[in-house]
């Protein structure tokens, strides 16, 4: 799929923005501070309605919209052909009044799919994208937390039972939480009902676990290749997943129809509820569940050398690069469209040969916008395919 059309109303710098873009590669060129990042991060909101580094949505609203504006609100709205068709879709954030004496103004969201008003989980597959920030290197060097967060990013944008399953989870959880918390101030006894929410915490944390683990050994059979293509070398990367409990010996093959299915979730979630039963004093004086997707990690390991402890910032950059590309690869083998790909200062910090090895490789992507404060690192080839967009002030003009 590709982006055909954007407009931005007061997202970020831009007060006011409108293009059209082409399929290909997009150079957008420009100093510090210009909106470079804030144009990949208005087209990845598409995603999910969730940006892939602001805090809080609020972050987004214009800093003027919000301070002068009578009715400040943000607006972004793009159509993106895809196979079936073109789809429009629009996402609105309108500031509302403070809740509250000490309450921050909330933001109301509207989600419009074809003009047509929706719920921000129907919002998942509509534009899909795969996004590289720099900051993205704490995803190996980071804590568990993060890896978790783009595993399920990445799974909502195409496995909609995924989507499903997780926000059920994380509303089982929060519950199963407060229930344990409960146990341990001794403010109920209830056993009762946690065995209710044990029972849910095990189906939805099983069909997690097994569509996580199925989506990993498919990214790294593209991801392998892609990085020793990237790297240069001879060195293998591994994606390892280590969940926090591990009943049955997990292999990707269980799960390998085209939804995961019996026995493979069912054996899960029979031992999780198993190792809940024996946790349960220990969850009960930690008033909190110590087992479960929310838990789980995955190590990235290169010739079985453990990235996150003992990988130099150019293996782990390496690492990262070849995860994208091959989530690229991925997404499009399990949705037939290629994602809009987003490099954001892919280039700095890499050596020549990487350099050229990812320029080679990303020419194939449907399309893709590359972000760069010089765009002399781009070579003549590359160059020569592709738009260069100068980016000034909130403002954006194609070179001649
Ligand atoms: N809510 C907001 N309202 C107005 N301006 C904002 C808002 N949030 C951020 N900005 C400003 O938008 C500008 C563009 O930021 P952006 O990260 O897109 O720049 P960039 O071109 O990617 O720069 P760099 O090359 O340094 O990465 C910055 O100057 C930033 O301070
Ligand atoms: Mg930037």
């Known amino acids: 799929m590709h982006l055909q059309h954007l407009a931005l ?3 970020r710098n831009y007060r006011h923005f409108e293009a059209a873009f082409p399929p290909g590669a997009i150079i957008l060129c420009g100093r510090n501070g210009q909106g470079k990042t804030s144009l990949l991060e208005a087209v990845h909101y598409l995603t999910a309605a969730h940006s892939p580094q602001a805090a809080t949505d609020r972050q987004l609203l214009h800093w003027d919209a919000a301070r002068t504006d009578s009715n400040p609100y943000l607006k ?4 993106v052909a895809a196979a079936g068709g073109v789809r429009k879709l629009e996402v609105r954030l309108e500031l509302g009044q403070p809740s509250g004496a000490a309450g921050e103004p909330r933001l109301r969201k509207t989600v419009l799919l074809n003009g ?3 719920r921000v989980s129907d919002m998942a597959g509509v534009v899909n994208a795969v996004l590289f920030l720099p900051q993205d290197m704490a995803l190996i060097e980071g804590g568990p937390g993060g890896r978790r967060n783009y595993l ?3 799974l909502c944008q195409v496995d909609a039972a995924y989507a499903a399953a997780l926000a059920a989870y994380t509303r089982v959880l929060a519950q199963r939480n407060a229930l344990l918390k409960a146990l341990h101030d001794r403010r109920s006894n209830g056993a009762a009902q946690l065995e209710f929410w044990d029972g849910q915490l095990c189906l939805h944390g099983a069909q997690l676990l097994a569509r996580r683990v199925l989506a990993i050994a498919e990214i790294q059979t593209h991801a392998a290749p892609l990085h020793r293509e990237l790297a240069g070398g001879s060195a293998q990367l591994r994606l390892d997943y280590r969940p926090s409990y591990a009943a049955v010996p997990l292999q990707p ?3 390998a129809e085209a939804a995961p299915a019996q026995p493979g979730v069912e054996e899960i979630a029979a031992g999780m509820l198993v190792r809940l039963r024996a946790l349960r004093a ?4 930690r008033g909190t569940t110590l087992i479960g997707p929310h838990r789980d990690e995955l190590r ?3 010739d079985g050398v453990d990235l996150g402890l003992y990988g130099s910032r150019g293996q782990g950059r390496t690492a990262v690069l070849a995860l994208k ?6 997404m499009h083998t399990r949705t037939g469209e290629w994602p809009i790909l987003l490099l954001d200062e892919v280039l700095a910090e890499l050596d020549q040969q990487r350099r050229s090895q990812l320029l080679r490789h990303v020419t194939g992507a449907e399309q893709l916008l590359l972000t760069t404060a010089d765009a002399n690192l781009f070579d003549a080839p590359f160059r020569a395919h592709a738009q260069v967009w100068e980016v000034l002030a909130g403002t954006v003009q194609q070179r001649p």
Do not use: P
């Open 253 to 255: 093959g269980m799960f």
């Open 152 to 154: 399920d990013a990445t």
């Open 116 to 118: 047509a008003k929706k």
């Open 282 to 285: 220990a969850e009960t004086a």
């Open 76 to 79: 972004i709205a793009a159509e």
């Open 9 to 11: 109303t007061n997202f």
């Open 325 to 330: 590309l091959a989530q690229m690869a991925w």
């Open 300 to 302: 990235f390991m290169e």
